[in-house]
């Protein structure tokens, strides 16, 4: 009975934590949806609330197969911060994510080239915070910003929009070719004053 409160307690706190993140950040919400209370480790997905369609954007992020560690956070805290290891370090193989669609992989890999180290591994950091799981709970939110970006479909223009753009494309044209006639006129009246 004690345990099973103690599992309770620590999956609400980290959804919690997870939750007040993005409140502040503004962002598409990170759900806990697979509470698995024998392993204690919790299945993170991400969706965009407002989708009818929980299936549409969602992918689950299995925390076990990250790889976590923790070291010293730099920054200001006094003394605090020079004993307790509160940096969080996330990182999993881009290339074997088998729980992320191949084009979406092909997409992080594309964007983030930056945070892919050499033996292929996306590395997040955080150490906004000096609690350990919220710093976690912010390397998760940043995977899945990083996906739900990579998922985004480009947005298919309308009618309308094709023709706004052929009618200024078509004035700059204009003005394009307005400009040159009379920088060329300029150059003809020099042309005739030195002659």
Known sequence: MATSVAKYFLLSRCSEIIRSFTRQ??????CIRNRNLLSQCPSFSYCNRASDNPQDGHVNIPVDRLTVSYSRSS????QHVNKVSTKAEVRF?????DWIPEDVRQKIILNNKNRINKAGELLVTSEQSRSQQRNM???????????AKATEKPHDPSAEDI????SRLEKRNKERLKQKKLH?????TRQ????
């Open 184 to 188: 060329s006129a300029v150059k003809h």
């Open 25 to 30: 950040r503004k962002l598409p919400p990170v």
């Open 192 to 195: 005739v004053y030195f002659d």
């Open 137 to 147: 709970g912010d390397c998760i939110q940043k995977i899945s910003d990083i996906i």
């Open 163 to 166: 023709a706004l753009r052929a």
């Open 75 to 78: 920054g200001p805290g006094g």
């Open 93 to 97: 193989h881009v290339y074997t994510a």
